[in-house]
């Protein structure tokens, strides 16, 4: 079996700044464990040098920027770098937009970029909102996505965490029944990718309709299934 594991919101609760979502120490071991027996993917919307260094496990797959950066442990594929100028562009225009609005956190990422208004008063999210679509309007490569408490700006390409995943469950993860956990809308794609072959289980409360087999109702209980699974895993070691 292939773990393809989302970070926020399923590796980590989420917080109101994403620069302070931290690995638990536990959760680090078990999935320092859990790599010795399974292929293991870390599969982010954040950058994958970000992603990296909060995870800090050698030799495991990390994707990121939803599915537009993926770096195995000999190769990297990078599907979104022609969009990177418009990227940047973008990211510095919102910076400077959004600078006077009280605790709106532009995140800038290799390949995308990320509003985040978890922190900002209910009365200036529309004004948000309204400078990014028309950032947007200006950079017609890009495309916009919404989330939780969050703007996205993507590039225009048929490209996602599920085209990610499909594409690493055609040839690194070849053969392994893929189990991936996610919390967010970006993670729907990669249900979608995972339902034919493997399951996919969503994080979280169910405030929307999923395309994930199951659900659970949190980072906890993210833990303790992938504590079930080391037992598993030492059991069949040991037998």
């Known amino acids: 079996m292939a773990l393809l594991l989302d970070y926020d919101g399923t ?3 989420i917080v109101d700044r994403p620069d302070q979502a931290f690995l638990a120490p536990a959760m680090r071991d078990l999935l320092q464990h859990l790599a010795g027996s399974y292929p293991l993917a870390i599969v982010s919307g954040r950058d994958v040098a ?3 260094r909060l995870v800090a496990i050698d030799n495991i797959i990390y994707v ?3 599915g537009l950066d993926i770096a195995t442990p000999d190769r990297l594929y990078q599907p979104g770098e022609p969009f990177r100028a418009a990227i940047q562009r973008a990211a510095a225009e ?3 937009r959004l600078a006077p609005i009280a605790n709106a956190f532009v995140q800038s990422k290799r390949y995308a970029i990320t509003v985040h208004t978890r922190l900002v008063a209910p009365a200036e999210k529309p004004r948000v909102a309204a400078i990014v679509q028309q950032v947007l309007a200006g950079e017609p490569t890009l495309r916009h996505m919404d989330g939780k408490e969050m703007h996205e700006l993507r590039p225009v390409l048929d490209w996602h965490k599920g085209s990610a995943i499909s594409w690493l469950l055609a040839d690194l993860l070849a053969g392994h029944p893929p189990l991936f956990l996610g919390d967010d809308v970006t993670d729907e794609d990669g249900f979608r990718a995972v ?4 399951l996919g289980i ?7 309709p999923t395309a994930a087999t199951l659900h659970i109702p949190d980072v906890a209980a993210v833990k303790l299934l992938l504590q079930r699974l080391a037992v598993r895993d030492q059991a069949a ?3």
């Open 94 to 96: 919102l910076e400077s």
């Open 11 to 13: 590796l980590t609760p």
């Open 195 to 198: 339902a034919a072959s493997g």
């Open 237 to 239: 070691t040991a037998g």
């Open 50 to 52: 970000d992603v990296r």
């Open 202 to 208: 969503r994080v979280g409360e169910l405030d929307r």
């Open 64 to 66: 990121g920027s939803h």
